[in-house]
């Protein structure tokens, strides 16, 4: 088969009125950005705010393995497939960050006959949110820095400024640096680092924040560092809220594409789903539901992470309430949790499936534990052998849980309108009764413990002593009702990496929380967590070039 | 009067298909971003290569001082006023940084009734060109160390890095960094930097490049470092010349937008003015010649530098021939070029309006010596007096030059015309001979003693020692064709600020060279350069906000 970029440019992309007009959207709500791109204006969104919500649907997955589960594929794949099936449809993505893209993986717009388009737009700079978001995060850390050079009237204890900078490339370089040398003239030195974008705060913010007013509201919440005394530090004191809310003003609408199908594709957003909540925004997810009577979304990471934090974090917030949720499983990504090394993907293994589906069958217990019905959604890959589809299905069925095998990688919609029936009979169902894990008043501990118990059965929680006495602190400052945000390993119910399956009754350690005020919740990190990646041996970026024709080649 | 934001929000702009239609640019050769913003396709420009060039005016300035001359204010003024006598006009200006913009000054997209709109796109993201650049730029300084940290198998000196990392922020604490701490799974510790993102080389390449090929070829020309052997690095050798080129290949179209008075407007590329040689895109500028019968422009700073640099470099390097040159004089300017100070400005001081002429003097005996004819446009602030304005109408008219008032601030195109008249009149009259002020064959250090002492009637040049044994290096290494951009105070004709009017004699200290192999150049610092501004104790930012109504405030 063509590779994601061959297929995505031989693609004929209708106008985006057109696509637009399938949501019912005018044409005079579109702020284009080219031509088969554009961005939902802010006064239209307000015009919908009091229509009713159409149904939401979740796509997760098992826990990731080097396999590859096609979490974004199966989104894209299902949308089409709900389309096809005479469905009012809109579909809910993340937007790619360019460091992964020029580093290890190349583009994030599903694959095969899957896929956003423009794909090649969509990796790249797309319509400049990531971009606004670096330099809302730069401008704030720049005010920062430059209060504390002209007098530090704040007090700001420059051993304690919890705010780094952001770029949106993998640079392991930048990861600890010292800042500020060279004399007076150039500030005070002092330890600082950078993250990739989507680890930065305002990311999250802005994910999370219901209009322009909240989105300021939020900045200037974000807390950037301690005084000598102590006490906590905003964005709003340093006076940086207003210009970075302006330097966002335009990337906070929702952007709208198409599949290669022609079916509506809000993405928009895309924060870490580790020390984030890893979903794509609220505004975009809102709007798609005032527009569409299925939305169907996804979050990142296994269910363990995605799913959980998409219900207690953005749920929560935004006062949503799914319908369904798909639990996407590869044989392959089964086999690896039963115990298969990569190189030995190729080799029929029931057994081995059979052993992986432990994982499966604790997310699926999980996703139950919130009230959302689910349908797994086997992701076909041509190695699959009858009898490992076979042995999926049937330790489904002793579930009660229904397993459709898709085959939209491949056949596009045409691969998934069996899932597309099932997903929309069961959101039809009524059966739903969304609950978030835990109530707003548990505290920030017992929070960290339900999760690790409910959703990890982790048998202990160790939380390290001065993690505990932060979160106390916070508790007592008026920060107990956030929720918690895990950055946990998501390899693993645990927080061991290589302790595949289904573990139970590990000790999960809390190193160390971080406050996330702006965004609204409590960062609990279990082992260590990169907010930098770096490049590989061989980046991708030595691949990626113009063609003769002026096309991209590289992306994948 | 009302500010800047305040008459651009009260405008009413013309769809951008219109604007284009005015010089017959079909509407599907625009990529819209938004309702007023366009990119011109380069299948559209491609088209254009073999029809015969408009007109080229250059607006310059005398020696700027704080009391401001109004550069772009006159170049978006004078295109309005030769389309109100009918002729078929496009401005091509530079695009603003975003950090100035939340720094010292505000906007930069012109002001009063003189301005390029959407003034607040063009000054925030507009469409994300700068962003690109970062992008790319950054790219090359991760993959740079990536390569270093892999093993280093082209043996770069990490103590001999030419390449610094860049971002559109003021912020002074980038200046001088160390990156690469916290242990071997974070690359090498070494000493680096931040430029602001308008001083990256890769900007400079963008505006001078012809197409996408060249631009990948000037983009894998760029030296990074050296060798432990002293030989140079180029970003080819790191393999970063191709994805670097996908990431700047939307940026390397030009962008259409439009005056208050709908006047075809392409704002594209804004280098630095020291480092860099401070002009819009080559292909902006050609491309508008190609469409209209003239083109008004503009450089940096200064004539000393900015027109030098625009004729030197610009026009050499794209095969400009310029047909007409406006100094834009103030009364103000020349008063404090005469030793008055700021507080002192409006007070009549005819004496002092006589002495600053010396100033212009100088200014208009340089651009002669291009051989481009040239108008006086004398930029008219309210405080003027009579006698004041027909002091410097007596001294041009002893020097055999035009000098004509525009209010173009206060009345728009209307406050032009006569310059506009007499500008076109200047353009069509054929007395037009340019040539650069040196030829390609002279030395690297020939050409330097060129501009230093025709132009800046420096009385000696006194080169640094390692930097004349730099020089020669290059020279041998093949590198002896290119011209030099001088990085130099744009205060005085000198290297020394507080050397206003019209010194000579001077001794003009080179005290750094830096090769920009890449943008096709070889800079000659003279003097302090600051390449990454510091935000002031009360930055702009902390007034610039949305209001009720959703619309920036603040910007000015």
Redesign the interface.
């Known amino acids: 088969m063509a590779s994601d970029i061959e297929i995505a440019r031989a693609a004929t992309l209708k106008p985006l009125p057109e696509i637009a007009a399938a949501l019912d959207i005018p044409a005079d709500a579109l ?5 088969t791109k554009a961005k939902l204006s ?1 006064d239209y969104i307000a015009t919908l705010k009091d229509r009713p919500r159409g149904k939401l649907i979740l796509v997760t997955a098992i826990s990731p393995t080097p396999a590859g589960e096609g979490k974004t594929t199966t989104t894209v794949g299902l949308g089409d497939g709900l389309a096809r099936i005479g469905r009012k449809v809109a579909i809910c993505l993340r937007e790619p960050s ?1 460091g992964p893209c ?1 580093g290890m993986k190349g583009g994030a717009a599903g694959g095969g006959r899957a896929q956003a388009v423009p794909m090649d737009d969509i990796n ?2 797309f319509t ?1 949110d990531f ?2 978001i ?2 809302a995060h ?2 704030l ?3 920062l ?2 209060h504390i ?2 007098g530090n009237e704040l007090r700001i204890d420059t051993r304690r400024i919890a705010l780094r900078r952001v ?16 004399g007076p ?4 030195p002092r ?2 680092g950078f993250d990739i974008t989507v680890a930065s705060e305002v990311m999250a913010i802005l994910c999370l924040a219901s209009d ?1 007013e909240d989105l ?1 509201r939020r900045l200037g919440n974000i807390v950037v560092g301690e005084r000598v005394d102590r006490s906590l530090v905003t964005a709003r004191e340093l ?5 970075m ?3 966002l ?2 990337a906070f609408q929702p952007n709208l594409v198409q599949t290669l199908e022609h079916t509506p594709t809000f993405i928009h957003g895309g924060p870490f789903a580790n020390i984030a909540h890893g979903c794509n925004s609220l505004v975009a997810t809102d709007t798609a539901l005032r527009l569409a009577d299925y939305v169907v979304t996804e979050a990142g990471f296994g269910a363990d992470l995605g799913a959980e934090k998409f219900f207690d974090i953005k749920c929560r917030k935004g006062g949503l309430s799914p319908s369904a949720a798909v639990l996407v499983a590869t044989v392959r990504a089964l086999k690896m949790n039963g115990g298969v090394e990569k190189g030995d993907l190729g080799v029929e293994n029931v057994a081995a499936v059979e052993r992986g589906c432990a994982n499966l069958g604790r997310h699926i217990d999980n996703l139950k534990q919130f009230g959302v019905p689910l349908v797994v959604a086997i992701n076909h890959f041509t190695a699959d052998t009858e009898a490992e589809l076979a042995a999926v299905k049937a330790f489904c069925a002793e579930r009660g849980v229904e397993a459709v095998l898709a085959t939209h990688w491949a056949d596009g919609g045409a691969g998934t309108e069996a899932l597309a029936r099932s997903v929309a009979a069961l959101a039809d169902s009524g059966e739903a009764d969304f609950a978030p894990l835990y109530d707003d008043d548990l505290t920030l501990v017992e929070k960290i413990e339900t999760v690790a118990r409910k959703i990890y059965r982790a048998g202990e929680v160790d939380i390290d002593k001065a993690a505990r006495a932060q979160l106390e602190r916070w508790q007592e400052a008026g920060h107990d009702r956030l929720p918690v945000c895990m950055a946990k390993t998501q390899y693993s119910f645990s927080s061991d990496p290589d302790q595949l399956g289904a573990p139970e009754g590990h000790v999960l350690k809390v190193r160390e929380v971080r406050l996330s005020a702006g965004a609204g919740f409590v960062v609990a990190i279990c082992g260590s967590i990169m907010t930098m990646p ?2 590989p ?1 061989h ?1 991708a ?6 063609n003769e024709d ?1 096309e ?1 080649e ?1 992306l994948f």
Chains 1, 2 share one sequence.
């Open positions: 702020e284009p950005y080219g031509k802010g360019l020029f790249l700079h400049g971009h606004a670096t330099a730069n401008l850390a720049a005010m820095d430059n050079h002209w770029l949106d490339v993998n640079d392991r370089a930048l990861r600890a640096v010292v800042t500020g040398l060279g003239a150039n500030g005070t330890e600082a322009l300021q006076g940086a809220d207003g210009a809310t302006v330097l003003k335009d770096g490049l041996r980046p970026a030595l691949d990626i070039r113009l002026g991209i590289g």
